[in-house]
């Protein structure tokens, strides 16, 4: 079973109380213990999941939402793991998944099984996936071969390292770029300067919050911002029409993933401070 999620327009994205906003973007629960949970997004047909596996390995299959015999029938999918180790075997081919670990599976690969190693410390299995045209081959990187490029600075409390994975530069996909961006200590805010990308939706999972801690993620038009308060190994959807950043109560990290037009990450149109509102 997954959760539908239908496109909005920002026009009517600015009536939204707090709770429909929450309604429509927020998506508060990924990870439970032994389930597959998606989110099917009607913005560009991505879907959003997460699989955290107990005793048994978990499947991932083809669902009547999507009139698929197996999951990757017409897609393709990244998946990052924010748990224990774990193990994702495709077709009979065991991937080896350390925290913060990413692996891609391209179109047409059937058996997608998940498995933590020590049921105490589970895997957590972050997934995102969109619609594929061919077929890529499968690729694992490991978090502590990947070097990552700095960004912004302790002034402005943005100190932070990316890691691009799956884009045009790194692991091949048709539609999917990925990566994951940590905030130094200290650091809170991501993503600032902002910007738009209206050829691409965006998804953030945040992670490496603690129980208490809060994230303020902004999202809307530049000129009709909005937050929405979240917590630890919480995702968002945001449209190609609204920005996506924001600040926390402590440094944290964060998985983004897009899909859409095009993979040039650096074709985002830049917002000026000007026009924030
Ligand atoms: O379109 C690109 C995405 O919003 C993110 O890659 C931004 C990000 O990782 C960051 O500023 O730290
Ligand atoms: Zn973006």
């Known amino acids: 079973m997954m959760e539908l999620r239908y496109s909005t327009h920002p026009e009517y994205a600015k009536t939204f109380t707090t709770e ?5 973007y927020l998506v508060e629960e990924l990870f439970v213990s032994g389930e597959v949970k998606l989110v099917y997004s009607m913005e560009d047909r991505t879907i959003i999941g997460g699989i955290q596996p107990a005793g048994s390995a978990v499947a991932l299959e083809g669902y009547d939402e999507i009139k698929a015999d197996y999951f990757l029938e017409r897609r393709e999918v990244g998946i990052f793991n924010i748990g224990g180790n774990g193990t994702i075997t495709v077709d009979g081919e065991s991937y080896e998944m350390a925290n913060k670990d990413c692996l891609y599976i391209g179109k047409g690969k059937q058996e997608l099984l998940f498995a933590s190693n020590d049921e105490t410390n589970p895997a957590k299995f972050y997934l995102f ?73 965006e998804a953030y999972l945040y992670i490496d919050l603690d129980e208490d801690a809060r994230m303020f993620h902004l999202m809307g038009e530049p000129n009709e911002t909005r937050h929405l308060v979240m917590k630890n190994e919480q995702a968002v959807i945001s449209p190609p029409w609204s920005i996506h950043c924001g600040s926390a109560t402590s440094n944290y990290a964060f998985i983004w993933a897009m899909a859409g037009e095009n993979k040039t990450y650096t074709d985002m149109d830049q917002v000026s401070m000007d026009e924030l509102r």
């Open 20 to 24: 429909e906003l929450r309604n429509h």
């Open 129 to 201: 996936s969109a619609p594929a045209h061919t077929s890529y081959p499968t690729k694992h990187a490991s978090f502590r071969d990947i070097p990552g490029n700095a960004m912004g600075a302790k002034e402005s409390a943005n100190e932070r390292v990316i890691r691009r994975i799956i884009h045009l530069e790194g692991i091949q996909s048709c539609q999917i770029a990925m990566g994951i961006t940590i905030l130094e200590s200290g650091s809170v805010w991501n993503s600032m300067p902002t910007h738009t990308h209206n050829r691409r939706m």
